[in-house]
């Protein structure tokens, strides 16, 4: 493998709960690849949400990182204070989250929504901002003449689309995508998710998904982790997961997915949720 | 209209013509379908298909522009009068996609499912309530013990999920709607959650209407499959066929979408000029035709 451009080293999160302490993420450790795409799946609460605010340095409080490291193309990401956090989002490091067609400010153009954040970032001048709108635009497959239009004349995964394009506006080197296709049709979470794969090839970011479908997961990820109470307790490529799981539990979360063609004594598994 | 299979009973909820616009767009297009006891049909399609129009025309949310709905061989496409309406939404009972909002964050489960027996049984005495509540919980795989005194927030995705089919189970409703209930859960939790649909289904003799747009989940709960394609029934039949040999270029797009372990994007299996072509041929005039024995597809007219 490449030279990692994010390295996590022993993460621990914690919530305060009126009974103290809780541990969320229990000293997770992974590397991403420059142009990777590292896919980390668990079921609600197993901690793959809490992990992917802590790298953007998205947790808020009650959530308290409390212990470990990360590391994003030779930035200490922990120790960065408020006002370099500001420039460093986005500019390195930029986040499409489950609901962020709704993140779209309903009442603003898409282009001012653009510009806002080009300004943010110093970017000046209108035209150069309008061009690059358009360019970005175009990239995911948008109209660029539509730019002038509202959010809700765009359908959900349009405005999914834009968002997208939002986030790789200032060439981040990592993407982290909480459950972006969640909300999304099948058919329209593939052709979005075919056009994250192509872009990354033509662009070199890499990208961290989170989500709880697996079979998803195993197609669109170079390498994916699996997460259980707080722990990462299985990284490998999709297909050696998938051939030889190393863990009982990745083992029956792989086997609890309902095939579309299922084979004829095949047995699936019924998972609860596990206890939190 | 098309003849249905004949299947020795006769359906609790029928769909004739069914059509719903507003304004110029045409939301639901003349769609056909019946619901028999103890069955389920799964109404597949994507987002804007038209499958949540179905369902509010069929919970009298909407009023339907054309066509009729009957209901135990009623008429029930326009009712008239509080209580006409309210009897009709008792036997068609509803479950919602989003499990988080359609309990009251304010209450217990124990209210939640007393409620409604209170309001649609009154004849019960105050200890066959309690029981009757602690029923539906056992119906519904949660333990009465647990269950009855947690607060929404206390419960995961999937153990509301329960509490919400029990409450639309409380009424003894001969309709189950039950409109993308395991689409906001955890993959690996769904077919656990599916299984007691069926179960239920079956046992109680209910006539389901499974909406989704995960077709892959069609088969573990109904024994009909209709794809919905911009408001049109597109193709209709058992599961298994539907699944298994697909007619229609819309369901085949439909299946090729779904995720599917280990066979990784890219290497030419790129999706995208397929779904534009699909969306480009669905245009035009097409009528149902009978493919085999109870399976039909909408084909563009030669």
Same mark, same amino acid.
């Given at each position: 493998? @490449?030279?990692?451009?994010? =390295?996590?080293?022993?993460?621990?999160?914690?919530?305060?709960?009126?009974?103290?302490?809780?541990?969320?993420?229990?000293?997770?450790?992974?590397?991403?690849?420059?142009?990777?795409?590292?896919g980390l799946a668990g079921e609600s609460g197993?901690?793959?949400?809490?992990?992917?605010?802590?790298?953007?340095?998205?947790?808020?409080?009650?959530?308290?990182?409390?212990?470990?490291?990360?590391?994003?193309?030779?930035?200490?990401?922990?120790?960065?204070?408020?006002?370099?956090?500001?420039?460093?989002?986005?500019?390195d490091l930029s986040v499409v989250l489950q609901?962020?067609?709704?993140?779209?400010?309903?009442?603003?153009?898409?282009?001012?929504?653009?510009?806002?954040?080009?300004?943010?970032?110093?970017?000046?001048?209108?035209?150069?901002?309008?061009?690059?709108?358009?360019?970005?635009?175009?990239?995911?497959?948008?109209?660029?003449?539509?730019?002038?239009?509202?959010?809700? /004349?765009?359908?959900?995964?349009?405005? /999914?689309?834009?968002?997208?394009?939002?986030?790789?506006?200032?060439?981040?080197?990592?993407?982290?995508?909480?459950?972006?296709?969640?909300?999304?049709?099948?058919?329209?979470?593939?052709?979005?998710?075919?056009?994250?794969?192509?872009?990354?090839?033509?662009?070199?970011? =890499?990208?961290?998904?989170?989500?709880?479908?697996?079979?998803?997961? =195993?197609?669109?990820?170079?390498r994916v982790g699996v997460m259980l109470r707080?722990?990462?307790?299985?990284?490998? @490529?999709?297909?050696?997961?998938?051939?030889?799981?190393?863990?009982?539990? @990745?083992?029956?979360?792989?086997?609890?997915?309902?095939?579309?063609?299922?084979?004829?004594?095949?047995?699936?598994?019924?998972?609860?949720?596990?206890?939190? | 209209?098309?003849?249905?299979?004949?299947?020795?009973? #006769?359906?609790?909820?029928?769909?004739?013509?069914?059509?719903?616009?507003?304004?110029? *767009?045409?939301?639901?297009?003349?769609?056909?379908?019946?619901?028999?006891?103890?069955?389920?049909?799964?109404?597949? $399609?994507?987002?804007?298909?038209?499958?949540?129009?179905?369902?509010?025309?069929?919970?009298?949310?909407?009023?339907?522009?054309? $066509?009729?709905?009957?209901?135990?061989?009623?008429?029930?496409?326009?009712?008239? $009068?509080?209580?006409?309406?309210?009897?009709?939404?008792?036997?068609?009972?509803?479950? *919602?996609?989003?499990?988080?909002?359609?309990?009251?964050?304010?209450?217990?489960?124990?209210?939640?499912?007393?409620?409604?027996?209170?309001?649609? +049984?009154?004849?019960?005495?105050?200890?066959?309530?309690?029981?009757?509540?602690?029923?539906?919980?056992?119906?519904?795989?949660?333990?009465?013990?647990?269950?009855?005194?947690?607060?929404?927030?206390?419960?995961?995705?999937?153990?509301?999920?329960?509490?919400?089919?029990?409450?639309?189970?409380?009424?003894?409703?001969?309709?189950?709607?039950?409109?993308?209930?395991?689409?906001?859960?955890?993959?690996?939790?769904?077919?656990?959650?599916?299984?007691?649909? #069926?179960?239920?289904? +079956?046992?109680?003799?209910?006539?389901?209407?499974?909406?989704?747009?995960?077709?892959?989940?069609? #088969?573990?709960?109904?024994?009909?499959?209709?794809?919905? *394609?911009?408001?049109?029934?597109?193709?209709?039949?058992?599961?298994?066929?539907?699944?298994?040999?697909?007619?229609?270029?819309?369901? #085949?797009?439909?299946?090729?979408?779904?995720?599917?372990?280990?066979?990784?994007?890219?290497? $030419?299996?790129?999706?995208?000029?397929?779904?534009?072509?699909?969306?480009?041929?669905?245009?035009?005039?097409?009528?149902?035709?009978?493919?085999?024995?109870?399976?039909?597809?909408?084909?563009?007219?030669?």
């Open positions: 493998m @490449t030279e990692p451009i994010l =390295s996590v080293r022993d993460l621990c999160v914690d919530y305060a709960t009126p009974n103290g302490l809780t541990r969320a993420v229990k000293n997770v450790t992974f590397d991403i690849a420059a142009g990777e795409v590292l197993s901690g793959k949400s809490t992990v992917a605010f802590a790298i953007a340095r998205l947790h808020r409080p009650p959530a308290f990182i409390t212990g470990g490291s990360i590391n994003l193309a030779g930035t200490d990401v922990l120790a960065l204070n408020d006002r370099e956090l500001r420039a460093w989002r986005w500019r609901s962020a067609m709704n993140a779209l400010n309903p009442v603003l153009r898409v282009s001012a929504q653009f510009a806002d954040m080009f300004k943010a970032h110093g970017v000046s001048g209108k035209a150069d901002i309008r061009a690059r709108t358009a360019d970005l635009l175009q990239m995911v497959g948008i109209q660029p003449e539509r730019m002038d239009d509202y959010p809700h /004349q765009f359908s959900g995964g349009m405005r /999914q689309r834009i968002v997208i394009a939002m986030a790789l506006a200032l060439r981040p080197k990592l993407v982290v995508m909480d459950e972006p296709t969640t909300a999304l049709d099948v058919v329209v979470q593939r052709e979005l998710l075919e056009e994250v794969a192509a872009l990354r090839h033509k662009l070199g970011f =890499s990208v961290l998904f989170i989500t709880h479908d697996l079979a998803l997961m =195993s197609q669109f990820c170079d707080g722990e990462l307790i299985e990284l490998s @490529t999709p297909s050696a997961m998938i051939a030889d799981p190393q863990q009982d539990y @990745t083992r029956r979360l792989w086997a609890s997915i309902p095939p579309l063609h299922p084979r004829p004594g095949e047995t699936l598994v019924r998972m609860k949720e596990t206890p939190q | 209209m098309n003849s249905l299979p004949e299947l020795g009973t #006769r359906p609790v909820l029928e769909a004739r013509g069914l059509t719903m616009r507003f304004g110029s *767009f045409c939301a639901l297009d003349s769609a056909d379908f019946s619901l028999y006891p103890g069955r389920a049909l799964a109404l597949v $399609g994507e987002s804007g298909s038209g499958k949540s129009t179905c369902a509010k025309l069929l919970t009298h949310v909407l009023t339907a522009s054309a $066509g009729h709905i009957f209901h135990a061989g009623r008429d029930v496409t326009n009712l008239t $009068g509080r209580k006409a309406v309210l009897e009709y939404r008792s036997a068609v009972q509803m479950v *919602f996609q989003d499990p988080f909002a359609a309990l009251n964050p304010a209450h217990t489960v124990d209210h939640h499912l007393t409620r409604p027996l209170a309001l649609h +049984r009154p004849d019960l005495s105050s200890a066959q309530r309690r029981e009757a509540v602690a029923d539906l919980l056992r119906a519904v795989d949660l333990d009465p013990a647990i269950t009855l005194r947690k607060y929404p927030h206390e419960m995961s995705g999937g153990q509301r999920q329960r509490v919400n089919l029990a409450r639309a189970l409380a009424v003894n409703p001969s309709v189950v709607i039950a409109d993308e209930p395991t689409s906001m859960l955890d993959v690996s939790i769904r077919l656990s959650v599916l299984d007691t649909f #069926r179960d239920l289904k +079956r046992e109680r003799g209910i006539a389901m209407l499974y909406i989704t747009h995960d077709i892959a989940t069609a #088969r573990y709960v109904a024994e009909e499959t209709a794809v919905i *394609f911009r408001g049109r029934i597109v193709e209709r039949g058992p599961t298994a066929q539907v699944i298994d040999t697909p007619r229609h270029p819309y369901t #085949r797009l439909l299946l090729a979408a779904v995720p599917e372990v280990g066979s990784p994007f890219g290497e $030419g299996n790129s999706l995208a000029p397929l779904a534009a072509q699909v969306r480009e041929s669905c245009e035009g005039p097409a009528e149902l035709t009978e493919v085999s024995p109870g399976h039909w597809v909408r084909l563009a007219r030669a």
